[in-house]
């Protein structure tokens, strides 16, 4: 159910702000750079300079972008560098190659490939011994709530992101579960991601209209000059996002490169393998991207052209995937599948309703990892493994504490079998 508010969403954005700065003792503002972690660091940092009060901004730096992004990224931390606390992380994290199957995986700021580094480390760029935490290697995803953990000790603290409900369904679902147990001041706009750190997204209700909106309003505050270049070419407002360039969903604007940074484009078909062949096809549809529809050869039937699929990866990626798919059958069997049909209505296939060989056949087109169009999601890494088994830790059997309880309120149980979460 909407509701509507009778205030502006670039106040109802600021009254959120001061919400959290007010409950929450460590926020911290995560700015990759782009168009709305830019506009969400203006409006913390003017209700903070108000109080005279400095707030953490954290940079996780995935070395492989736009310079303009860098340049934003610099002048915002030049402007506001008498109150914030930084930390511009340029890890070894490991992320996703989503343009090869012989590379399905990469190291940023990888210590063994500096030769071929898009760009060298910033000035800005934090002594990483700091975060006890860090493993080399660990992934994005394991990173970030664990620098919460660790930015607020034993009290809270609060990442303060710059996502929008209009972007997509998964960032929608992020903020419409009013019914949500980890908050703060139970605001569905807040979500407690760890024992004590939280998310907080106050532009959740800004479309990307408004984004530029506040720019024509306050010219002075710096942007990303990489949206102006988009534009420019023709790239749609609703398509204009920035991140790693070579992951599943990104790889699509990955041509862009060619387009707006000539120089940096030469350094990204460099740094990982079949970026430069998949560019070619980026926004194709059909067997060769796996995106819309697809086709079979006409002598085939779905589950022998999965397996002809699988014959032609490389050993490591084909046992990857049929390990995967192995699992995705063995689920639907207990669900009364003793056969898997080789298709199945179109629809009933994309609400993810039934299995089909033709599921599969689109996941191995679309180079889709972790297969998630299969219903997987992305594992734990390896990496943080061995952080766990480093630090000893055990997980903990007692419930993640309630907003402003403090650690000593309650008993806390062991399990001394398991690693910690």
């Not at 860090?134 to 609060?158: A, D, I, Q, R, T």
């Not at 689109?362 to 630090?391: E, H, I, M, V």
């Amino acid at each position: 159910m909407i509701r509507k508010l009778d205030i502006t969403v670039l106040q109802a954005a600021r009254n959120r702000i001061n919400l959290i700065l007010d409950k929450v003792p460590h926020p911290f503002v995560s700015l990759s750079g782009g168009k709305d972690s830019t506009v969400l660091l203006h409006l913390v940092m003017d209700e903070a300079i108000k109080r005279n009060r400095k707030v953490g901004v954290l940079i996780i730096d995935l070395e492989a972008q736009y310079k303009d992004t860098v340049c934003n990224l610099e002048k915002l931390v030049e402007m506001y560098k008498d109150h914030i606390d930084l930390h511009w992380v340029c890890a070894e994290i490991t992320l996703r190659n989503a343009t090869s199957v012989y590379e399905p995986k990469w190291t940023c700021w990888d210590s063994e490939k500096k030769a071929i580094w898009v760009r060298s480390k910033p000035k800005y760029a934090s002594d990483l011994s700091q975060y006890d935490f860090y493993v080399p290697g660990m992934e994005f995803e394991e990173f970030v709530p664990l620098f919460g953990e660790w930015y607020g000790g034993n009290e809270p603290s609060c990442a303060i992101v710059g996502i929008r409900a209009d972007e997509s369904l998964n960032r929608y679902k992020t903020v419409a579960v009013f019914k949500k147990t980890g908050t703060i001041d139970g605001t569905s706009w807040t979500t407690r991601i760890g024992k004590s750190s939280y998310n907080a997204y106050p532009i959740y209700d800004w479309k990307a209209s408004d984004i530029w909106k506040y720019h024509s309003v306050y010219p002075n505050k710096p942007h990303n000059c990489i949206y102006d270049k988009m534009q420019m070419a023709g790239v749609p407002l609703k398509e204009q996002r920035l991140c790693q360039p070579y992951g599943d969903t990104q790889r699509r604007g990955l041509w862009l490169y060619s387009v707006l940074e000539a120089d940096t484009w030469a350094k990204l078909i460099n740094r990982v393998i079949g970026a430069n062949s998949y560019s070619i096809y980026a926004r194709e549809h059909g067997n060769v991207t796996g995106e819309g529809k697809i086709t079979k050869p006409e002598d085939m039937t779905w589950e022998q052209y999965a397996k002809v699929l699988l014959k032609s990866l490389p050993r490591k990626s084909a046992e990857h995937y049929a390990a995967r798919i192995r699992r995705f059958f063995g689920g639907w069997s207990k669900r009364g599948y003793s056969v898997i049909p080789d298709e199945v209505d179109q629809n009933v296939e994309n609400l993810h309703f039934a299995p089909s060989w033709r599921r599969v056949v689109k996941t191995l087109l679309r180079n889709d990892y972790w297969c998630k169009g299969l219903g997987f999601s992305q594992p734990k890494s390896d990496a943080y493994g061995k952080y766990l088994a480093l630090k000893g830790k055990v997980r903990t059997k007692s419930k993640p504490r309630k907003w402003g309880e403090k650690k000593n309120e309650r008993a806390v149980s062991h399990d001394n079998d398991a690693p910690a979460a």
